[in-house]
């Protein structure tokens, strides 16, 4: 953990760097979210007991059953039924499969499976230049990774509004309050239908919007990226997902843990088991990196997507602690 939080620090100076001195930033803050949860030691576990590391026939996965729905189809995925405790047959099967087989039918069925080690740093944006006197930036975001990157900004000095659909609220606020004012306490704060005219309307005229859905989600909110550019091509879009906004890594589910996980932010004990090293470790590195990188952007009058995916963050530090 000294070496993680060694590269957080110094990613934490290029933050403050990047705003211009305007963020107090501190490397142990920055992983800190309340203490309304109970959480454990890590080990095979997360913490928060949400996600386990598990063996294959060949390798490690991390597999998180966080949701309801996530369980309720493990039938389909381990192809056998299961009694109240879901893990048990789930360390059964895998153990009998390849972790290749394991990860490949659970994208299939949209579940936050991932390899350990698979995902590879992230590439350095290479972004459009811009040319907008427009200022606001909008966060459509949830949980911690965007709206962290949202409330850094907004401690950057910029006006950041977070928008929120009446029907589907930001969870955090609920369970983990403490969290949620450090992340979102700064902004602006708007209720609204997110499949409304009003929306497009609006971010016709930002500067910046901030979402952390898959592509097709946001498509059917009317988020089109290529029609998006084309209503406001000065845009900064800083799209947070699990493992990218590209081709079949789109389609893919994954939250801080697991997420961490496939980018190697993990230890190995002397029984060459691996091990958790924090809590949903890949959550607020992301947003960290998006922020910094959505700051420079805005600098250099830059434009465009900026592709921020939690495994490919968590795989950026994990190479830095080597």
């Known amino acids: 953990m000294t070496a993680l939080l060694k590269a957080i620090a110094e990613a934490g100076e290029r933050l403050v760097k990047a705003s211009n001195g305007e963020i107090d930033f501190d490397a142990q803050q920055a992983l800190w979210r309340g203490d309304e949860l109970e959480l454990a030691s890590p080990g095979l576990w997360s913490p928060n007991r949400h996600c386990r590391l598990i063996q294959t026939k060949d390798d490690w996965i991390a ?17 056998t039924e299961f009694d109240a405790e879901p893990w048990e047959a789930l360390i059964t099967t895998a153990a ?34 811009g040319n907008t006197a427009a200022s606001t930036i909008l966060d459509l975001s949830a949980l911690w990774a965007g709206p962290y990157c949202g409330g850094l900004l907004a401690e950057a000095g910029h006006r950041v ?8 609220p930001d969870p ?5 309050p403490k969290l949620n004012n450090r992340l979102n306490g700064k902004k602006e704060h708007r209720c609204m239908n997110l499949a409304t005219p009003d929306l497009l309307e609006m971010i016709d005229n930002a500067r910046v919007i901030i979402t952390s859905a898959r592509p097709h989600a946001l498509a059917r909110l009317g988020l089109n990226e290529k029609q998006v550019f084309v209503r406001n091509p000065d845009l900064l879009w800083i799209a947070i ?23 190697g932010l993990i230890n190995w004990d002397e029984e060459t088991k691996p091990q958790f090293i924090g809590d949903a470790l890949a959550d607020p590195l992301t947003g960290l990196m998006a922020a910094t990188l959505a700051l420079e952007a805005l600098d250099s009058d830059k434009a465009g997507l900026l592709d921020i995916s939690l495994a490919r963050t968590a795989a950026t530090f994990a190479r830095k602690m080597t």
């Open 161 to 168: 509004i977070k928008i929120e659909s009446p029907g589907r």
């Open 63 to 79: 597999v998180s059953l966080a949701r309801q729905d996530d369980i309720d189809l493990l039938p389909a995925w381990i192809g």
């Open 241 to 263: 997902t699990a493992h990218g906004w590209n081709e079949k890594a789109a389609m893919r589910v994954g939250f801080g843990d697991d997420c961490a996980v496939a980018g």
């Open 96 to 129: 009998q499969r390849t972790a290749k087989d394991m990860v490949e039918t659970a994208i299939g069925l949209h579940l936050p499976v991932a390899l350990a080690g698979e995902s590879d740093p992230l590439d350095p944006p290479l972004l459009p230049d």
């Open 172 to 176: 955090t606020a609920l369970h983990t």
